[in-house]
T-cell receptor, first 112, second 121 residues
């Protein structure tokens, strides 16, 4: 099984400041088709998850451009350039390359 | 727009069975793979199962393999999760999610609001 490890698990951030979340996989997430299936999700308090980023760096429709994804192989990062109040919640990475699928443990972003 | 509405949750005794449904609308259901993902109270997301667009391929988390069965009825635009031999560890909110593609690597894109399953004697 491919284990996904996120850090930090708790992330206090001042409004307007940047934030960064790391996600590491226990195996390479490069698929045989050449793509890397690493997704990022946001779950606001009391809401269903929402996908932000797919295939490492592709932002979903409606996602603000302050969110960006990067990385390759086993090492990935979600960055928020300037944290806004509506960014409070838990962020999860998820690998879609190998069966069974796994999410990271989640990173709780809060405002300092 | 894409809508996914889960139903069938409730309180069930250990070792009993339960079937969840997910009614889909706003997109060609028969063209997309579908997932079930769960979240225990206060915990993170746990992927449960996926079924390809035509039902020919199914994969499961180790924690549910042999106890849960994912299926779909493309004529009814509905996804199912048959759960048996339930334990208290299966207590969770269960979400259905639509993938970006019909089969192959997974990218859950759209999510429902979830249905709560509580296993308790």
């Amino acid at each position: 099984d491919v284990v996904m490890t996120q850090s930090p698990l708790s992330l206090p951030v001042t409004l307007g400041q940047p934030a960064s979340i790391s996600c590491r996989s226990s195996q390479s997430l490069v698929h045989s088709d050449g793509n890397t299936y690493l997704n990022w999700f946001q779950q606001r308090p009391g809401q269903s998850p929402r996908r932000l980023i797919y295939k490492v760096s592709n932002r979903d429709s409606g996602v603000p451009d302050r969110f960006s994804g990067s990385g390759s192989g086993t090492d990935f990062t979600l960055k928020i350039s300037r944290v806004e109040p509506e960014d409070v919640g838990v962020y999860y990475c998820m690998q879609g390359t190998h069966w069974p699928l796994f999410f990271g443990q989640g990173t709780k972003l809060e405002i300092k | 727009q894409v809508q996914l509405v889960e139903s069938g949750g409730g309180v069930v005794q250990p070792e009993r069975s339960l079937r969840l449904s997910c009614a889909a609308s706003g997109f060609p259901f028969s063209s997309y793979a579908m997932h079930w993902v769960r979240q225990a109270p206060g915990k993170g997301l746990e992927w449960v199962a996926i079924i390809s667009y035509d039902g020919s391929n199914k994969y499961y988390a180790d924690s549910v393999k042999g106890r849960f069965t994912i299926s779909r009825d493309n004529s009814k635009n509905t996804l199912y999760l048959q759960m048996s031999s339930l334990t208290t560890d299966d207590t969770a909110m269960y979400y259905c999610a639509r993938d970006s593609w019909g089969s192959g690597p997974a990218c859950p894109e759209y999510w429902g609001q979830g249905t709560q399953v509580t296993v308790s004697s």
